[in-house]
């Protein structure tokens, strides 16, 4: 390969040198693993994309190391196999460990080459560089696909032995609402799916060691098994350094014992196979918070509102809610609608039941005597959970009372 001139030399150093910036880098690792997202989206998880993004940066730091290197010296980070190792055990497709491969390439060259032509104003500078950079980035690509290709057919021959893949078999099994037998599920999971359920998501900040990373996750699961007061638990390994987790306890913690590097994300209890999708969706909703606020714990019970507001609460979330806050108020009766129909008056009144027997055309001792009922159903007075009621009025009152008529 013929030497560079010294102009390009230097504008390939110096951006390599002004991608080393961490925000520089973050923005191109951004740009680049938004378009792999877009066009993979079984990579749009935010503890798969932590690990996607790690890989992107490793990769992109590897290729501006060799950038006006005369030899390049292929050495893939450990970040890269980590993410084929995930991706393996996550069950996806050779194929879409290749395609992530694939739009980044050309998501990557394509920042490249804009740089480069906003950058760069003599043409056959530019033309020399790009003829440079390109054959080595593919180079560096292919070298490392070889790679990854090797750790994630070795993780995925691993994974598919013994009782592990059976494990994640059922719990996917479950979590997709698949039709599955409570005993065979215990037995595959080695863990009772009868009982109330509690689950939660933990995971470790990126800046702790690799060696540490396995005993932090096992001592922050014990710290939340005991907080939920839960007898079982099963953990599956979801990444890196993530971990999700199951508790047969329902206790509702105050506050967790958890190291300082160690984040989670907390469902709240429900019983059978349901409730370990249930729960499950909520500690994934939960997730999600954390991962946007950078808070270090998230219960799904203190963001509930704000997930069901944004869509984020799962495809259960709005018959968990009605379920638990109207009970046989949601029942589909004409009693039960006429007490829902006073009770969201009532409330829509600021609780005033002139103006809602105003509204019903009702006399207000009716309006009075309904609410009362109401409470009984309730079992507490009907402004002690305002909102989360009058959440769960708005939810039936527009998608009507059967489970199939929820969003």
């Known amino acids: 390969m013929a030497r560079l001139t010294p102009p390009a030399r230097e504008w390939l150093a110096e951006f390599a040198r002004a991608a080393e910036n961490e925000q520089a880098l973050d923005a191109m690792v951004g740009e680049v693993d938004d378009a ?11 503890l798969l994309r932590t690990e996607l993004d790690a890989s992107t940066r490793a990769h992109w730091r590897g290729v501006l190391g060799n950038a006006t290197r005369e030899t390049i010296t292929i050495r893939p980070g450990e970040e890269t196999h980590d993410l084929a190792r995930t991706m393996a055990r996550r069950g996806l497709e050779l194929r879409v460990l290749l395609a992530v491969y694939r739009v980044g390439q050309s998501a990557a060259w394509r920042l490249f080459t804009t740089t480069a032509a906003v950058e760069i104003p003599d043409a056959e500078v530019r033309s020399e560089v790009l003829l440079h950079f ?28 013994g009782a592990l893949a059976r494990q994640a078999a059922t719990v996917d099994a479950v979590l997709a609402g698949q039709d599955v037998d ?35 996750l096992e001592r922050a699961a014990a710290a939340v098994h005991r907080a939920v007061h839960g007898e079982h638990r099963l953990a599956q390994r979801i990444g890196a350094r993530s971990l999700r987790c199951w508790s047969t306890g329902s206790s509702v913690p105050d506050g967790l014992d958890l190291p300082p590097t160690v984040r989670c994300a907390l ?48 495809p259960d979330g709005p018959s968990t809610l009605v379920e638990r806050e109207l009970g046989a108020l ?10 829902r129909e006073t009770a969201l008056a009532y409330l829509s009144a600021g609780c005033d039941a002139r103006a809602a027997g105003a ?37 039936v009152r527009a998608f009507g009372v059967s489970p199939a008529a929820r969003p």
Not at 36 to 46: F, G, R, S, T
Not at 139 to 158: H, N
Not at 330 to 339: K, V
């Open 267 to 314: 469902g709240t209890a429900h019983p059978g196979i349901d409730g370990f999708r249930r729960s499950h969706e909520e500690s994934a909703a939960a997730l999600m918070v954390a991962r946007r606020t950078g808070r270090p714990f998230v219960a799904y019970r203190d963001v509930e509102i704000a997930c069901l507001a944004h869509g984020i609460a799962g």
């Open 182 to 216: 409570p005993a065979e599920a215990t037995a595959a999971l080695n863990y009772p799916v009868v009982p109330a359920h509690t689950a939660y998501t933990l995971w470790v900040d990126e800046a702790v060691a690799d060696a540490d990373v396995q005993r932090l």
């Open 36 to 46: 792999i997202v877009a066009a993979l989206p079984e990579m749009d998880e935010p």
């Open 359 to 395: 509204a019903l055309v009702l006399h207000p001792n009716t309006v009075r005597y309904r609410i009362r009922q109401v409470e009984q159903v309730l079992g507490h007075p009907i402004d002690e959970r305002r909102v989360y009621v009058e959440l769960a009025l708005h939810s």
């Open 330 to 339: 949601a029942d589909d009766t004409a009693a039960a609608a006429r007490l």
């Open 134 to 161: 390109w054959p080595r980035t593919t180079q560096w690509l292919d070298a490392s696909i070889e790679q990854m290709i090797g750790t994630f057919v070795a993780e995925r021959e691993q994974w598919q032995r």
